[in-house]
């Protein structure tokens, strides 16, 4: 059986900067929400002190909020730093930089239209900056917009380029104005085009990384289109009906999946089926 682990799997640089970030804080501190969509690595980070919050009603005057690496609205930090909370900012650059995009683009008189799911952290950071915003999840989205606006598009980090790409379509023959910036980072890009490539040539994918991640998600749909894929957590979930009469096995992660939980899938894959 050959085992073949896709091109740029693992941390993006994003998660590794954010990770590094509270490795150097006093502990305890206080994540807002999850720092980054990966269980194991949350569970690690909260047996070192690094606890997850819903919001600061129990948190001591003076502790440390950390800000997740998909961010926050700016006013929410304006708040915790009224209320005399010291701020460890971990949000990545590349999710700041929607956030001056789509800033700058709704004073310039713009709707922006965030491409991406309603319930997820980053979108609600984007959103929560503007007033004049709407999010759409998919191309059926369009149809409901008012034609006779000027919009602006940017896209979650996280999404899928082809679905960004046939929103972008659609918009342009629909509406009367608009400006597109494709918003998916690059990591992000890359890690999806490695994926499909080598679901391409494989028997059997899986798909390693957090259930409510959503970049993980989308890799699993993705690759769901060429050849049957499992998405899993850990080395734990894996069956051994999975490998029968399958020689190529093909393995990706999402960005927040630790190098040592890819390597315990591969072992255990080598050494059981
Ligand atoms: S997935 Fe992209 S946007 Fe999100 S943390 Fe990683 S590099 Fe940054």
Known sequence: MKITIAENVGFCFGVKKALEQVEKLNKPAYVLGKLIHNPQVIGGLEKEGIKSIENTDSVEEGSTIIIPAHG????????????????????????????????????????????????????????????????????????????????????????????????????????????????????????????????????????????????????TKRCSEFVKTYHIESEKELEAGWFKDKNKIGITAGASTPDYIIKKVVEKIENEF
């Open 72 to 219: 926050v609205p700016d006013n929410t930090i304006n708040n915790l730093a009224k209320q005399g909370f010291k701020i460890v900012d971990c949000t990545c650059s590349l999710v700041k930089k929607v956030h001056e995009i789509t800033k700058e683009e709704e004073k310039q008189g713009y709707t922006i239209i965030i491409l991406g799911d309603k319930e997820h952290s980053e979108v609600k950071g984007i959103n929560g900056n503007l007033k004049n915003s709407v999010i759409i999840s998919g191309v059926d989205g369009v149809n409901k917009l008012d034609k006779e606006k000027r919009y602006c598009l940017v896209s979650q980090t996280t999404q899928d380029e082809g679905k960004f790409n046939e929103v972008a379509e659609e918009l342009k023959k629909s509406v009367k104005e608009l400006k597109v910036y494709n918003t998916i980072c690059v990591p992000t890009k890359h890690r999806q085009s490695g994926s499909v490539e080598l679901a391409k040539e494989s028997e059997l994918m899986l798909v390693v990384g957090g259930k409510m991640s959503a970049n993980t998600k989308r890799l």
